[in-house]
T-cell receptor
Framework: GAVVSQHPSRVICKSGTSVKIECRSL??????MFWYRQFPKKSLMLMAT?????????EQGVEKDKFLINHASLTLSTLTVTSAHPEDSSFYIC??????????FGSGTRLTVV | DQQVKQNSPSLSVQEGRISILNCDYT??????FLWYKKYPAEGPTFLIS?????DKNEDGRFTVFLNKSAKHLSLHIVPSQPGDSAVYFC?????????????FGTGTRLKVLA
């Protein structure tokens, strides 16, 4: 149990376009989802906490208008990278919680902005 | 401010020997800790956790030790196997915060030599 599906696994987009990444909890309802970004050889950096039915909570230094998060249901959260630029190229990972401290991670999305 | 630190970016161990990965934290409010294993271009997978009410937790070849006074935890893998080669992240959370939010360390790349 506790499977999290993240889609797409890889995406290449042109600079200035927007990209949407989906995170779904397949067999449980996730009251909270988290979005992380990993730079090469760096830690997982928490970007924001996504709560179903309410606004996401962004970490300091993360642009809310740049990284739009929507958690419309208990099984789906989306991260939209708006007006993407090459510096947004990274590995984005979501994780989901059932409301306890058990985390399940998605498989990640490699975003390349050209 | 890096609240969770893994000071060794890499570690090489001979197959069959013990691997010891270390993690230090600064926030005394942290009371729940996890270790994750990550392969390139994949999401992290959960390995083992420990609550601050314990000082040791064991699961098969994996044992996590927690020294609260030193704000230090370690992951022991014995015997180490080539398949254990991956990046290992420790993560810490404060259960009293109610946010289920984890802070990750910078990771240690383990290489188990056959």
């Amino acid at each position: 149990g506790a499977v999290v599906s993240q889609h797409p696994s890889r995406v290449i987009c042109k600079s200035g376009t927007s990209v949407k990444i989906e995170c779904r909890s397949l067999d449980f309802q996730a009251t909270t989802m988290f979005w992380y970004r990993q730079f090469p050889k760096k830690s997982l950096m928490l970007m924001a906490t996504s709560n179903e039915g309410s606004k996401a909570t962004y970490e300091q230094g993360v642009e809310k208008d740049k990284f739009l998060i929507n958690h419309a249901s208990l099984t789906l959260s989306t991260l939209t990278v708006t007006s993407a630029h090459p510096e947004d190229s990274s590995f984005y990972i979501c994780s989901a919680s059932k409301g306890n401290y058990g985390y399940t991670f998605g498989s990640g999305t490699r975003l390349t902005v050209v | 401010d890096q609240q969770v630190k893994q000071n060794s970016p890499s570690l090489s161990v001979q197959e069959g020997r013990i691997s010891i990965l270390n993690c230090d934290y600064t926030n005394s409010m942290f009371d729940y800790f996890l270790w994750y294993k990550k392969y390139p271009a994949e999401g992290p997978t959960f390995l083992i956790s420990i609550s601050s009410i314990k000082d040791k937790n064991e699961d098969g070849r994996f044992t996590v030790f927690l020294n609260k006074s030193a704000k230090h935890l370690s992951l022991h893998i014995v015997p180490s196997q080539p398949g254990d080669s991956a990046v290992y992240f420790c993560a810490a959370s404060s259960t009293t915060s109610g946010t289920y939010k984890y802070i990750f360390g910078t990771g240690t790349r383990l290489k188990v030599l056959a």
